[in-house]
DNA sequence: CATGAATGAGACTTCATTCAT
DNA sequence: AATGAATGAAGTCTCATTCAT
């Protein structure tokens, strides 16, 4: 079963990445308690063995998924931050419609039912997450949207919720890809599009004249997703 | 431990209601198979034994608790629904509003992250949510939205994505609310605020002269949750 | 294979017991680390899950079968102490012989070697067999060593090492009967008799006139079995 | 690591003895089960790998940590009891104490534990440890206690109780120095003393006139340790 | 020869489920 | 009907041993 091209050395590098990809793929799928060590080391095509060698328990395994897909991820997000320019409106719709769209048909696009499902039982992951991923993305586009605002593209709104009025529908078809999505159903709805229409609305909704006294003046809370 | 206010013959009619809340609240904040039956047990004050009683087994007990809140609060929201009135805008912000935000109030909303969880372990359940929930609810948003579009409220969008656009985010604070949110984290979002400030936002999106050139081309996907 | 005349409710309470007597078979027979939790629960006429309702682990079900037999037997060690009388001497004499002799044909005396061999892997072992077994034995025979020398029975000696001296081949003995002594080899060395001629054997020498200047002077170390 | 001083030749020389003394260090402080074959060749500063080219499995490895201490023991007592004269008791006084003390304070001690431990596990120890140990000991002390009888310096008393009546306790002492005795408790019994004491103690109750009616009548079993 | 990656049998422990009381 | 003792399948993790480099 081993590739023989790869000498043991050339194994060995690879072996860690190979197990988070299993783990990946099997946690998102079945959930990390339902899910068994061996399944995982199999996947990979190696011995339960060998997954003990790299990862001191399936939990620290868990935790590796984690930060492994989203410290990628995340770094790539912010590349493409820096490279778009243009007014916060053209910046937001460019920059979240690619960005998602890609991470939606990665396979890191899982992670996000990870944690959603596992945080409660391992709540070391909650700061991490909050920390790595959280944070930084809910500041970048809090930023463009205050941006945005300041420039009177966007009418006054609490620059928190925008954020995740656009963003938390997106963190949703990731999550459903994973679940419903996934369960053969005949209703396939279309992600790529639904991120692209679904930016444009709120963004529409951002740049439109106040039609309705919107709710604007709540304390903006910090960010969930 | 067994209140002395109700009867034996009360109490037993109680049973099954009173697991079934126990049972939610743990596999909401453990995950169905972190959590032991007799944990569920014991949290709904009976023995072990007495679970296997009402339910024939853990997996049934899921089942339960997942097709009793569903039910429940399906139902609560076409009477709602029914006693709305006044234009597609008015309707969908006063009935999304309220619905959503008693729900997220309520231990129901758990259900949320129950389903998505356990979807690909328990593929029955998908079928029978499909059918339960998203369905009527899809249907019932669909055609307000289609109405309000036929009545020149609205600008002509996709229509499934549009209602994606609305609850996907409503779903998402729920799943937060017992994910992240339960975390202990210092960012309390506010979901109630979050609700009212998004329904408005995506309405006004949808009531705008289109500034941007909408991708509302594309066929009306059916509904993701 | 449960006896039939006990019902569930008796056979609960004597299980602890019988899972006690089998672990010490077994742990004296084989070792600790090499005995399987099964095979004591087997033993015992239950099953693996039996023993973990009674014993949270291994661990602590080797804790409760050294603490148990120890308690028993230096209980019935006092009694029979404080039934003697006459001089030191004799005392010693009547008692120590006793005493060792019962233990010597008992499962308890296997206890030693559990002790003996578990200490450096378990040290809460340590402490609980120093101040429960150790401590009061040598307290004991200390006390009636002094009385002796103080009374001209006995020469001046270092009264731990007499304690020492008097004690150590009787445990010794238990030992052996453990280890070598189990493995049917041709010499048996007949326990009893050597308890008595022992003991007689280092009381003539404690009575004697000091033919050799004895090393007397050291000071007296406290007891170590 | 590999010291310098040596060349790779005087190294790979030395390999066998070094595993063996690592060995022995660990399968006495924590026991042969208990100690991983790993732990013994990186206390001995190669690999693992390492360790089976010189020994073919861990049991393999045992039976030649305890042969290899044992006989290196046994040689050097041969030795020392050839160089001693005199009368049998003074034989027995000057022999046993300086062969103790030295055994004592060696990690050669531990074998005993070793030994004691393991043999119910690995009945061919039995064998070699009787016929290369017990027996030329035991052997040994018998003919000069029996000359000491003969030649009227001790009393009449069934000689294999009273070489065990010698011996016991000094096994004893070497076993207790490894397990209790290395537990950092306060009681820190002084070996060296004890050794001297009971020596002359046992053999001043050889040398005293009878007080007291011994029982040497029984047949005269063999050796225990 | 030495290394250490890989294997997989086997041990501990958990927990869904059954059933005598 | 309720309890909780008992069972045993199943899962996590360890470690002796092998073998490619």
Chains 1, 2, 3, 4 share one sequence.
């Not at 793929?25 to 080391?41: I, Q, S």
Request: charged share 20%; glycine share 6%.
């Amino acid at each position: 079963m081993p590739d023989p091209e790869l000498s043991h050395r050339r194994r060995k590098q690879a072996r860690p990445q190979e197990l988070l990809d299993a783990a990946l793929e099997l946690f998102v799928e079945k959930g990390f308690a339902a899910t068994r060590a061996e399944e995982v080391a199999l996947h990979a095509g190696v011995s339960k063995g060998t997954l003990y060698r790299y990862y001191p328990s399936k939990e620290d395994l868990l935790k590796a998924v984690i930060s492994h897909h989203l410290s990628a991820r995340i770094a790539e997000g912010a590349d493409m931050a820096a490279r778009f320019e243009g007014s916060a409106d053209a910046l937001l719709r460019g920059m979240l419609i690619d960005w998602w769209t890609q991470l939606y048909d990665s396979p890191a696009a899982g992670v996000f039912k990870l944690v959603i499902t596992e945080v409660r039982n391992f709540p070391e992951i909650a700061q991490h997450y909050a920390s790595a991923v959280v944070e930084p993305a809910h500041q970048l586009l809090g930023t463009i949207v205050r941006r945005g605002m300041a420039q009177g593209e966007f009418r006054n709104v609490d620059i928190g919720h925008a954020v995740h009025s656009l963003v938390l529908p997106l963190v949703m078809i990731c999550l459903h890809r994973h679940s419903l999505g996934a369960c053969a159903l005949d209703w396939h709805l279309d992600g790529q599009a639904f991120i692209a229409q679904h930016v444009n609305l709120v963004l529409d909704g951002l740049c439109a004249k106040p039609p309705s006294p919107l709710a604007a003046s709540r304390p903006a809370p910090s960010l969930p997703l």
